[in-house]
């Protein structure tokens, strides 16, 4: 038979955990609403506010941390991953659009498999922007764009043991989809945009020509 005392201690663990747990969930949620919130912002052109959401989202993470000290299986639940690689995705495309660059494992402070999954879905992200930027005609803006997506695909394309990371697979192909798509769009409307401008050019040399 177990001592009162042993059963006792495993209860009040157990309570413990399952307390730390649902909060940790709770957290995670708001961080990931966050995130979406603040990729949304980005994509209407309110960098500052954007970039107060994402603080908020850094608190949210820094709480989840907090509570996992002493339940560190904590950090590598599911919800909590998707979270930080949620946070990644949105900080990756503020930095991106404010300073034109993408942000170090350093720069976030997370571990390397949510790193590596936020990176993977802000490919989608920039087809977003690239898109946007094609509508408006901004066709070398778009190319700059598309540049950073490749980058992104070929180097995290390169890395060994990723089967240790969830998703990553499924991940993958779907960026090499969303960048071959965005590579074909992208040529497209730079040979129209190339053949408008020859036809503009043109009309002008003649209409010149027929004045003269």
Known sequence: ML???DLAAIQSELSSFDQVRE??????????????SSI???HRG???????????????LGRIDE????????????SVLVAHQEFVEASTLLSFVERGKVPSLKDLGVDSKPYVLGLLDVIGEFRRMVLNFLRKGEVKKAESVLTVMESLYEDLQGLNHTSIVPTFRVKMDAARRIVETT?????????????????????KRLASRSKS
């Open 3 to 5: 001592s009162r005392k």
């Open 23 to 36: 909060a940790s969930l709770g957290l995670s949620r708001e961080a990931t609403r966050l995130s979406g």
């Open 40 to 42: 949304l912002e980005v």
């Open 46 to 60: 309110e960098l500052k506010r954007a970039g107060v959401t994402i603080e908020k989202v850094k608190s949210s």
């Open 67 to 78: 509570l996992s000290r002493d339940f560190p299986e904590l950090r590598s639940a599911a």
């Open 183 to 203: 590579r074909g769009d992208v040529v497209t409307e730079a040979r129209r945009f190339s053949l408008e401008q020859a036809l503009t050019g043109l009309e």
